[in-house]
């Protein structure tokens, strides 16, 4: 039994350790919903819905979508780099560890045996900051609540969003009424390959805290 400490450190992105073989049912994955749908959102409104994908030739369009929205990243990231503007990513051991890993989830994505879409009313195009904040808040609170409890129960997840490059497409796909509704990302669920996950390094992070003024 983890400690809360312990569970709040130690779920990863999980990637190269999501079991592929062992099938995941379903009424377990909606306990671990409902433990996000405990979390904060704005005015209690719960203008959230999620698109729980198991069937597999969903899975396999939906890994379609995911693997040409990174070639879209790639082809992006390459025009940014032939402009000249320098790349966000330090080209560290630990990078390469992380983009290994990336490459390993899109290769298997429809092997994943769950995949979900947590999705929030609302559009972000155009709006205040406010609105904005409200929205985004009002959906990734309950998100991470979800894959905290994916992590007690034994399964894991990745946070991803890179599909959100053919939002529409993956919404067409799923039904998910692309002018009213933002998807948040895409969460594969499985269980994981053993459950011994370290905390992360974020020594670096002490830097961030600010006392009294930026
Ligand atoms: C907003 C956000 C978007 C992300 N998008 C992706 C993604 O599209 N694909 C992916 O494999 N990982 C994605 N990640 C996972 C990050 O790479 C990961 O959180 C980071 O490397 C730190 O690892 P950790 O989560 O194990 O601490 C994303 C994470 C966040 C928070």
Redesign the pocket.
């Known amino acids: 039994m983890l400690t809360p400490r312990e569970l709040l450190t130690t779920t990863?992105?999980v990637?190269l350790r999501l079991d592929l073989e062992r099938a995941v049912d379903r009424e377990t994955v909606e306990e671990c919903l409902r433990v996000g749908l405990q979390a904060p959102n704005g005015s209690n409104l719960q203008l959230w819905n999620w698109v729980l994908v198991d069937d597999p030739a969903v899975r396999a369009r939906m890994a379609e979508i995911y693997r040409a929205s990174i070639e879209d990243q790639q082809r992006m990231s390459a025009e940014a780099a032939a402009a000249g503007q320098p790349s966000r990513y330090p080209k560290t051991p630990q990078q390469e560890r992380?983009s290994r890993?990336?490459m390993h989830?899109r290769d298997h994505l429809h092997e994943v045996p769950v995949l979900v879409v947590p999705t929030i009313a609302g559009r972000m195009d155009g709006v205040s900051v406010f609105e904005q904040a409200s929205l985004w808040g009002s959906v990734l609170p309950a998100v991470w609540n979800f894959m905290l409890a994916l992590r007690a129960e034994g399964m894991g997840s990745?946070?991803?969003?890179?599909h959100l490059h053919r939002e529409r497409e993956m919404a067409d796909l799923l039904g998910i009424p692309y002018e009213r509704v933002t998807q948040a990302?895409l969460f594969p669920v499985a269980w994981t390959l053993g459950t011994d996950f370290r905390a992360?390094d974020r020594s670096g992070a002490e830097r961030a805290i600010r006392w009294n003024h930026w």
């Open positions: 990863r992105s990637r992380i890993s990336v989830l990745a946070w991803t969003t890179i990302g992360a």
